[in-house]
């Protein structure tokens, strides 16, 4: 395709981009710039072409949050100074293409640490903000949204606004988590945590079920800082939901006689072999042969049993490093899922509902007979972010594995998945998302809700100039759907 004036972007920019499950992979022209000038270059550039532009960090959604097939993909890795750091109030002011482990690592040997990360240290914090991503500190810390305290962001049109709780509130609570349809992040300015230590106390405890380990979270959200759980999904009816807690707490002060050298980054560094031996990039290797619902249903049931006997009731100290990212620990993990890939589903709802529910995905998994291979359980509280996922209560992340033979029955589950989780009053999240339609984000997201956030984006991208393949599949009608647009009008 070719733009009006006939401009077409270079065929050297044209690269294979794929999505973190590498379930899809994309064509699209894709620019690396490390300036917000060479932003702008990009974006006359898409302009010219008659091209969207989607913006992509580390590319970490699972899904095609950071895809755009035949278009414009902004990647914004090489955007990755730290522009100010304030060690005394723990105030950091960075690119958007700075990467969390760059980030913790830079804040660490100052006694800070971020308030909340993801399970893995690669994404950047401009897709972190973008996704509004949560940790498993939710219930207590809420999502990184929380934590920020202003940002640039760059328009369509190539002018910069800056937004906090204060200035353009309205975009602030919209482009946080509004997955890069509003704007691109140029410069983030977000408040760190005070830590004493480099380690954590950790507590890990065997759980039978859904409603046992959502008691026990209820019980211990007070005291613990950190709280997750996993969860054996290949577990027979008598058995779903048990699995493994790990709860910890931070140190106070004092309590670390070492705290100095714990604190610093080479303490923290997960090792390159595991038992000083076999090199950790080539461990996923030793996993393939168990690539199969067999193979995966025996490690579920092992690590299950190990939790609860020799595992059970263990308090360590873990550096905040290891607790963190413990799926960092093995590089290349995915690749257990090929040829197919993975997709994550994960779903939040209400505490009152969760273990209900969760039970029947499970009951719904058998029926089917698709069967996650990791499931991951968390505790989340509400926030005041337009296009949140969080709710008060429980998430459920669940691995499948992609394969062309089961791809239908997977559809199938999938969909009868969402029906429970609606009917629940749960909600989605886009970071993590494959299979939703526009329906189905509608209806746990609400048409007000949409609407909102659809002025915005008329508002502030009149030509619809950012997109992604996920914004297609779900909000396709923005600028189209004339049942909305009545409406959207009234607000304006
Ligand atoms: C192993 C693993 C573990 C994970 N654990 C968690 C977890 O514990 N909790 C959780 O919440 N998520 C988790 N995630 C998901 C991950 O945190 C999010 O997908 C996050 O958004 C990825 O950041 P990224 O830099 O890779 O962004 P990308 O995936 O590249 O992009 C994410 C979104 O942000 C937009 N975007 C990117 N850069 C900008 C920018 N500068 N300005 C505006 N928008 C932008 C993109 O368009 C896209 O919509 C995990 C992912 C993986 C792979």
Redesign the pocket.
Known sequence: MNGANGFLLPISRLEKVQS??MNREVLAYVYRPSTVEGLREALVDARNAGRSV?????????GD??LNAENVV?D??R?NRILKWDPVNGIIEIE??V?LQRLWQYVIGDGWWPPV????M???????????????N?YKMG??GEHVLEFD??LADGSEITCSREQRADIFYA?IG?????????RIVMKMKRVYSGLLEVDAFATSSFSEIARVFEERMAEDDYLVGWIDCLAGSRHSGRGQVHAARYLHAGEDPNAHQTLQVAYQDLPDTLFGLVPKSIMWRFLKPFSNDPGMRLINWAKYMAAATIGNHKTVRQSHAAFAFL??YVPNW?LVYLPGGLI?YQTFVPAAHAAACFDEQMAICRRFRVYPWLG?F?RHRTDNFLMT?AVDGYSL?LDFPVRPRHATRLQQAVEEMNRVVLESGGRF????DSTLTRNDAVAYLGEETVRKFQVLKQELDPTNL?Q?D??RRLFDTWYSDTAHRPALQETR
């Open positions: 973190w499950g989607g913006l992509r960090g580390g590319g970490c959604s699972y949050a950071s902004l914004l890795t955007m958007p293409g990467t990360v993801s399970g893995t690669f994404v950047t914090m401009g897709g972190a903000v973008g996704m509004n991503y949560h940790g498993k939710n999502p990184v962001l760059l482009a509004g997955f890069g349809m509003l704007g691109c992040f140029t799926l960092d995915k994550q991951v968390k996922h992340a999240y886009f970071a993590k950012w992604t996920l914004s």
